[in-house]
Each structure stands twice: as structure tokens, then as C-alpha cells.
T-cell receptor
Framework: TQLLEQSPQFLSIQEGENLTVYCNSS?????LQWYRQEPGEGPVLLVT?????EVKKLKRLTFQFGDARKDSSLHITAAQPGDTGLYLC?????????????FGKGTKLSVKP | DAGVIQSPRHEVTEMGQEVTLRCKPI?????LFWYRQTMMRGLELLIY????????DSGMPEDRFSAKMPNASFSTLKIQPSEPRDSAVYFC???????????FGSGTRLTVV
């Protein structure tokens, strides 16, 4: 069974601070996705990383896929209250059942003004 | 496109009653997924369909749960009889398949008393 472990589970910081959250597995994934979920809503896709070592930037968010495609990190620069939410990573194996993603349990981020 | 549409948004029912959750996926998406989210277990895949055919229902907790997808634009998840431990947020998501990102609905918050 493939598992994705996310850390930390909870994170509370002040506006303007930087932070990094992690997503780790003992399994190799074909691709990895990051989602953000706000209270009362479904998760929303932020980014997909496919190549080992790949780095993608989305404004103040930087996503990296590990060289071995077993782990990923999300770094937020100068966090803002609008970044508050649950960050979920999800891994995919194209060789398996089509499009079946495995989700981590998430990191709950709170950014205080 | 209006996105993935789920109904109802909230459902409160008594133990033993039948509950039916509904989902309209994004037009053109050929994969549909039902997830359950709780604080303890995170997002759990219940069942998913590809081209209206159930592919993997190993996540369905027990025989009280059933799901159908009679056509490409509609799916239901039924719980009969419902139990308090079924209380959770149930999400429907759709995808183009092949490891592309999922689009989630806003979820149905189910409370069984």
C-alpha cells in the first residue's frame, strides 16, 4: 500500500514569515500534485510536478519534486492570511488504475495577521 | 463550466434512514471519484468510475454503501441504513484521467444522529 506522510500536521505562523511543508513516501510516484482546501470547500489543484528534481513556482509558492520522485516540498515566502488552509499532496501512478490519486492527510496552515 | 456540482450541501438524518448524495461531474471528464473526509482519516477514496463503469470499489466501507453512475453526467452515493459513524464530508471529484488533476465539488456534510 502506497502512503504519503505530510509534515508538519499543523502550522501556525505570523504574516510575513516563510514556511516549508513536506510530503514523503517510500514509494515512487509518476507525478505528484498539491492541493489547497479552504473550510467548507473541496480541495483545489495548485500544481502538478512530474519530473524528478522539478521545481515549479506559483507566485510566492515554490514546489519541488524529489530526485527519486518519492517526496515533495512546498515553500511559501512571506506568508499572508489568505494562504490559510489545508495543504494536501497527492501521488499518482499512471501505470496503475487510471488516474487514481493517493492523498496525504494534509498540513493545516494558519497565518495570523 | 459550473464545475463539479454536489447536492445537498448539508444533510442531517436519523440513524437507520437512507441517504442519497448526488454529483454532476464536469462535462467531458471521463473519471469520477467519491471521497470521504474526516479529521481522523483524511481523504479516503470510496469508489471511482471510468467511462461510467465502476473500476475500484475497495474503499466502500461495507454493503450499506452503494454508488451508481447511470450516465456521464450523473452519479449517486447511497447509504442504507445510515449510522452515526458515517458522519463526514463526502466529496465528488472528476478528472480527464491519466493522472491529471481532479476537480472537486464543494462536498456534502453528512450528520447522522
Amino acid at each position: 500500500t502506497q502512503l504519503l506522510e505530510q509534515s508538519p500536521q499543523f502550522l501556525s505562523i505570523q504574516e510575513g514569515e516563510n514556511l516549508t511543508v513536506y510530503c514523503n513516501s517510500s514509494s515512487v510516484f509518476s507525478s505528484l500534485q498539491w492541493y489547497r482546501q479552504e473550510p467548507g470547500e473541496g480541495p483545489v489543484l495548485l500544481v502538478t510536478v512530474v519530473t524528478g528534481g522539478e521545481v515549479k513556482k506559483l507566485k510566492r509558492l515554490t514546489f519541488q519534486f524529489g530526485d527519486a520522485r518519492k517526496d515533495s516540498s512546498l515553500h511559501i515566502t512571506a506568508a499572508q492570511p489568505g494562504d490559510t488552509g489545508l495543504y494536501l499532496c497527492a501521488g499518482s501512478n499512471y501505470g496503475g488504475s487510471q488516474g487514481n490519486l493517493i492523498f496525504g492527510k494534509g498540513t493545516k496552515l494558519s497565518v495570523k495577521p | 463550466d459550473a464545475g463539479v456540482i454536489q447536492s445537498p450541501r448539508h444533510e442531517v438524518t436519523e440513524m437507520g434512514q437512507e441517504v442519497t448524495l448526488r454529483c454532476k461531474p464536469i462535462s467531458g471528464h471521463n473519471s469520477l471519484f467519491w471521497y470521504r473526509q474526516t479529521m481522523m482519516r483524511g481523504l479516503e477514496l470510496l469508489i471511482y468510475f471510468n467511462n461510467n463503469v465502476p473500476i475500484d470499489d475497495s474503499g466502500m466501507p461495507e454493503d450499506r454503501f452503494s454508488a451508481k453512475m447511470p450516465n456521464a453526467s450523473f452519479s449517486t452515493l447511497k447509504i442504507q441504513p445510515s449510522e452515526p459513524r458515517d458522519s463526514a464530508v463526502y466529496f465528488c471529484a472528476s478528472s480527464s484521467g491519466g493522472g491529471y488533476g481532479y476537480t472537486f465539488g464543494s462536498g456534502t456534510r453528512l450528520t447522522v444522529v
